[in-house]
């Protein structure tokens, strides 16, 4: 059972309901309280959950670009991949679970920015990804500037697509519940391009079902570091460096984007690309 | 109007052949439909093995539609149980002979009814989200909950209402007589023989608390909906994902709603000679989501 | 109260709402024309269109109005390639609108056949005694009084259309009041409350008149009897 402590009184009667009901909750689970702390025996980390090739539910495993580097990470800090417990991070959620140690750090596409940093601390980053565009292998797309006119499709609330619309304002913006949807309606023709970061439009072509259907255009124009979330005051960030560091020297970084873009038709951004850790504050 | 056939004669051999025609060229238009959509998703590889298969492994039913219908049911529960109650409250609240009473639970329901429950889940979920009251990853149930409970509640509130002033008005007399009070009257002789009456009504909102549920994957609620779109992104098959969506939801639906309707013939009888209360609110509330 | 006041400048509440009214209106129509031929269906002494209307019903009732919208836009939009306009966005709110309707006319379909219901028989035998046949009786005798007596829960469903216009954002209509409400919120959380009892209180004054308007109409049109 999920152990939670619900403090308003407010909620109080529903919340009671709700945890009665919680049998087999899918989020965190902390076995025995606090387990996982300092003793480096077990790990919960953060990833998405919907996003493949950086970080999906499998079906009771996980996989992804995030979940190799996690695991990675892990196995320096001596963790073993069976003591990772895997916590669903949605991008609204993600400064909330670290605030309520919820879980130990974050491997979500998670950008490092001067303002998440006011709450929670960051090792890394092990990635730089771009906003890039995702078009149909023999479109003749090759940046924002070729989308006047042109049809492309966002999620719901994504301010990099707005950037574009403000900048291009011939652009027909589509917001849509999830990327699937997205790439659905490029697939049938009626969209001509899809954006976001890099990395996560490389993930979706290189899915089994879309596999030479789509290309990333590589040709970024954003700058998004990708960072390790953690706790503020995580006395972490120093072995999370230094393993992310060995991961780029040994070659399994590369391999990891390389296996989990197999079929994208994507090259990550070299110049940028392997990051150096920032030093940890 | 109840025996539909007197629309039409009993049909002579013209009429009869006229049916027979008109029955073969629905028939036909109707199949013509039919293998129009099958052909367009056919063309459009949408009928593809691939697209299909995944359905067959236990993988898929054990970490996608099982884990999402679960979550959904779980969710539609919660809000059953809890909409009762809140309409048990608010429904005696406007029956109350305390005029304050009357207003109050009268002002809330009428809002609440007007209100969107999808606008009510969004804002619970970021303001119980922001306000650090309820664990973040429990926020979305919570609100999805405390959404669907608000809004059928009110529903259920009115369903109490119009069933208690359906019923004769003896029955609160023969109450007053063996010396309850209004209130004892109400809750021990009105409410019961309500509830039985507008059982069938109360099962038809039930069918909505398990539509509303799917609202929940906007609110990022991993129910039935979020989980088979999770399918479809790593599978590449969204359309058919949804269309099993879609299949689980009728089939559950369409159960209660035949349970609904038999229970209706059911009580019949012990609901013969009473002004018919509830009629249009089945209607209105059925087409909420 | 000022900063309050600020966010209309900075966003625009009565456009989203005028996007809300717009869906409505379109779906409404279309779902009340649609709905009638199906209740038409549901009465008529032709089995396969009986069977149909059935279908229709029970399938439409029964989905989510979620995955309807999604099936308009990954469905109609996306694989059978329908453009119902030149403009995308234009095309995608009336695919929308479609979704809207298609859903609601199930609702729209059962409210006339309760009106059917509350014809007396002696009417529909009255009209096959003057030699009216299915579709002239239905046009001049059953229908009029069955629209007179379908008012109330014809006025319900519009109520629910309405309310679940909002749920059009998650088709693909993005400028509608639930998103911009999301936004709002997002970018304001310090006025979360202030901010839902506008967008709430928008819909209570969309939705209460016609209540008391179908009430007051479905009372004095209603068939003396």
Redesign the interface.
């Known amino acids: 059972m999920r152990k939670t402590r619900y403090a308003a009184a407010a909620v109080a009667a529903v919340a009671a309901l709700t945890l009665s009901a919680c049998g087999g909750g899918d989020s965190a689970e902390s076995e025995g309280g606090g387990g996982g702390e300092g003793g480096g025996e077990s790990l919960r980390i953060g990833i998405k959950f919907d996003q493949p090739g950086l970080g999906y539910d499998e079906g009771g495993s996980y996989s992804g670009f995030d979940v190799d580097v996690a695991k990675y990470v892990a196995a320096e800090l001596g963790v073993s991949e069976e003591n990772i417990e895997w916590v669903e991070a949605p991008s609204a959620n993600r400064e909330n679970l670290l605030a309520n140690e919820q879980v130990d750090m974050i491997f979500a596409t998670y950008s490092i920015t001067d303002t998440r940093k006011e709450t929670v601390d960051f090792a890394g980053p092990y990635f730089v990804a771009g906003q890039d565009l995702l078009v149909p292998t023999d479109s003749d797309i090759t940046g924002p500037e070729d989308l006047e006119g042109k049809n492309l499709c966002s999620v719901t609330g994504s301010t990099s697509a707005q950037k574009i619309k403000d900048q291009y304002p011939g652009v027909q913006l589509v917001e849509q519940p999830g990327y699937a949807e997205c790439v659905t309606a490029m697939g049938g023709g009626q969209i001509d391009a899809v954006t976001t970061d890099d990395i996560i439009l490389a993930g979706l072509a290189a899915q089994e079902a879309n596999a030479g259907k789509f290309k990333v255009v590589g040709n970024t124009f954003s700058e998004e570091r990708y960072g390790v979330g953690l706790p503020k005051g995580s006395d972490r960030c120093g072995d999370i460096n230094s393993a992310i560091t060995k991961m780029i020297g040994d070659g399994a970084w590369e391999e990891a984007i390389t296996s989990n873009t197999e079929g994208a038709d994507y090259t990550f951004n070299a110049e940028l690309n392997p990051p150096e850790p920032e030093p940890c504050a | ?4 056939q ?4 009993a ?1 002579g051999p013209r ?1 009869r052949r006229n ?1 027979l025609i ?3 060229v ?2 036909l238009v ?1 199949l013509g439909i039919l293998a129009w959509i099958i052909s ?2 056919a063309e ?1 590889g ?1 009928l593809e093995a ?1 697209m299909w298969t995944p359905f067959l492994e236990s ?2 039913w ?3 539609i099982l ?1 999402g219908l ?1 979550n959904t049911l ?1 969710a539609a ?2 809000a059953i ?2 909409s009762v109650l809140f309409g048990l409250i608010f429904g005696v609240g406007r029956l109350s002979h305390l005029a304050p009473v009357r207003w109050v639970a009268g002002i809330v329901v ?2 609440l009814r ?7 889940m ?2 619970f979920w ?13 926020a979305p ?2 609100a999805v ?2 959404a669907l ?1 608000l809004y059928n509640g009110s529903v259920i509130a009115e369903l109490v209402r119009s069933g208690v002033q359906g019923l004769p008005r003896g029955q609160r007399e023969a109450g007053m007589a063996i010396g309850l009070t209004a209130n004892q009257s109400l809750r021990s002789i009105e409410v019961p023989q309500a509830l039985i009456a507008m059982l069938p009504a109360l099962i038809s909102q039930f ?1 909505v608390i398990l ?2 549920s ?2 929940g ?2 609110i ?1 609620y ?1 129910e039935l ?1 979020q989980y088979m ?2 399918l ?8 058919p994902s ?1 269309m099993v ?2 299949a689980i ?2 089939i559950i ?2 159960a209660l ?1 035949t349970l609904a309707t038999r229970l209706s013939v059911l009580l019949s009888f012990r609901t013969k000679g009473r002004k018919p209360a509830v ?3 089945i ?7 | 109260m000022e900063d309050y006041l600020s966010l209309f400048e900075t966003y625009d509440v009565l456009a989203a709402f005028w996007v809300n009214i717009q869906l409505s209106f379109w779906a409404a129509i279309w779902a009340l024309a649609i709905g009638t031929v199906l209740a038409l269906f549901r009465i008529s002494p032709i089995p396969s269109l009986q069977w149909f209307g059935a279908a229709y019903v029970n399938i439409f009732r029964n989905t989510p109005l979620t995955i309807i919208l999604a099936f308009g836009f990954l469905g109609l939009f996306s694989v059978m390639q329908i453009s119902l306009a030149a403009d995308l966005n234009a095309s995608l709110f009336r695919i929308a609108i479609v979704g809207l309707a298609v859903y609601h006319a199930a609702f729209v379909c059962e409210a006339i056949r309760s009106g059917v219901n509350t014809v007396p028989l002696g009417q529909a035998e009255a009209a096959r005694a003057i030699g009216l046949s299915f579709l002239p009786a239905a046009r001049l005798i059953i229908l009029p009084q069955a629209f007179r007596g379908a008012i109330a829960p014809l006025g319900n469903v519009l109520i629910a259309l309405i309310k679940n216009s909002t749920v059009a954002a998650a088709g693909s209509v993005a400028t509608e009041a639930s998103g911009l409400m999301k936004t709002m919120i997002e970018f304001r959380s310090d006025l979360v409350i202030p901010i839902f009892f506008t967008f709430a209180l928008g819909f209570v004054v969309l939705v209460i008149p016609i209540g008391l308007l179908t009430t007051w109409a479905s009372r004095k049109l209603a068939v003396a009897r």
Not at chain 2, 1 to 4: E, L
Not at chain 2, 6 to 9: A, E, I, K
Not at chain 2, 232 to 239: A, D, L, Q, S
């Open positions: 109007m109840s025996a539909q007197v629309l039409f004669d049909p009429a049916i008109g029955n073969i629905g028939v109707g367009t998703l459009k949408q691939s993988r898929t054990e970490f996608f884990p679960v779980k529960a919660i149980v809890t009428e809002f007007a209100v969107p429950v999808l606008l009510m969004i804002f970021l303001a119980l989200g922001s306000s650090g009251a309820v664990q973040p990853q429990d149930l919570i909950v405390i409970t069918v539509k509303d799917a609202l994957f906007i990022t991993p909906l779109r999770r479809g992104v790593g599978e590449g098959n969204i359309i949804l969506a879609a939801f009728i639906n369409f709603s009629v249009g609110a209607a209105m509330d059925a087409a909420s989501t």
